[in-house]
C-alpha cells in the first residue's frame, strides 16, 4: 500500500524568503512520486515528477524537490517565495506503473506575508 | 491542445437525487480518473477508466459509479444523494505512455447536496 505524510498543515514564509514543504512517502515498490498545486478555486497543477531517473528534480516557477530513499521523503524547496506562491500544496504518489491511481496527501497550506 | 474539461462547474442538488458529471479528457488521452475533494477527507480516488473499462476503484459506496465512451469521455454517477457527497469531484486524463505519467486536472465540478 502506498501513503504520503505531509508534515505541516500550514507553512506561512515571508516574501523573499526561502520555501521548504515537507513530505514522507511509503511505498511498496519503486514509487513516482509529485508534487501539485493548487489555486484558490482552481483545479490542480504539476509541479513536478520523479519517476526514478535523477533524484533532485526542478520543477515550475523555481521550485525543485529531492528524492530521498534512505529517509523515504520528497521535500519540496524554493529559494525565495514570491506573492503568487500562495496555494494549497499536494504530496502525491503513485507506485506502480500503469496503475493510475494517484493517492493525495493531506496538503499543505502557503502563505506568504509581504 | 485543449485542456481536461468538465461539466458542469457548479451543481446545486437534494438529498436523494441522482446526479451525472462528465469529463472530456485532452485529445487522445485514454486513462480518465475521478477524485473526491473535501475539507474533511481531502483528496479521495475514486475510479480510474481505460479504454472504456474500470482499471481501479477506490473506496466509496456502490452509489458512486462511472462509465468511459469510445472517445474516451467519461461519466460518473451518484446516486441517492447524501449531503456528505457535497464535494469538489475533479477529473484527471493521462496517456499512460510512459511510467509516472502525469495526470493532467480539469477545473473541477461543485457539488453541493441540500
Known amino acids: 500500500a502506498q501513503s504520503v505524510t505531509q508534515l505541516d498543515s500550514h507553512v506561512s514564509v515571508s516574501e523573499g524568503t526561502p520555501v521548504l514543504l515537507r513530505c514522507n512517502y511509503s511505498?511498496?515498490?519503486?514509487?513516482?512520486l509529485f508534487w501539485y498545486v493548487q489555486h484558490p478555486n482552481k483545479g490542480l497543477q504539476l509541479l513536478l515528477k520523479y519517476t526514478s531517473a535523477a533524484t533532485l528534480v526542478k520543477g515550475i516557477n523555481g521550485f525543485e524537490a529531492e528524492f530521498k530513499k534512505s529517509e523515504t521523503s520528497f521535500h519540496l524547496t524554493k529559494p525565495s517565495a514570491h506573492m503568487s506562491d500562495a496555494a494549497e500544496y499536494f504530496c502525491v504518489v503513485s507506485d506502480t506503473f500503469g496503475n493510475e491511481k494517484l493517492t493525495f496527501g493531506t496538503g499543505t497550506r502557503l502563505t506568504i506575508i509581504p | 491542445k485543449a485542456g481536461v474539461t468538465q461539466t458542469p462547474r457548479y451543481l446545486i442538488k437534494t438529498r436523494g437525487q441522482q446526479v451525472t458529471l462528465s469529463c472530456s479528457p485532452i485529445s487522445g488521452h485514454r486513462s480518465v480518473s475521478w477524485y473526491q475533494q473535501t475539507p474533511g477527507q481531502g483528496l479521495q480516488f475514486l475510479f480510474e477508466?481505460?479504454?472504456?473499462?474500470?482499471?481501479n476503484k477506490g473506496n466509496f459506496p456502490g452509489r458512486f459509479s462511472g462509465r468511459q465512451f469510445s472517445n474516451s469521455r467519461s461519466e460518473m454517477n451518484v446516486s441517492t444523494l447524501e449531503l456528505g457527497d457535497s464535494a469538489l469531484y475533479l477529473c484527471a486524463s493521462s496517456s499512460l505512455e510512459r511510467w509516472g505519467n502525469e495526470q493532467f486536472f480539469g477545473p473541477g465540478t461543485r457539488l453541493t447536496v441540500l
Open positions: 477508466y481505460f479504454s472504456e473499462t474500470q482499471r
Open positions: 511505498s511498496s515498490y519503486s514509487p513516482s
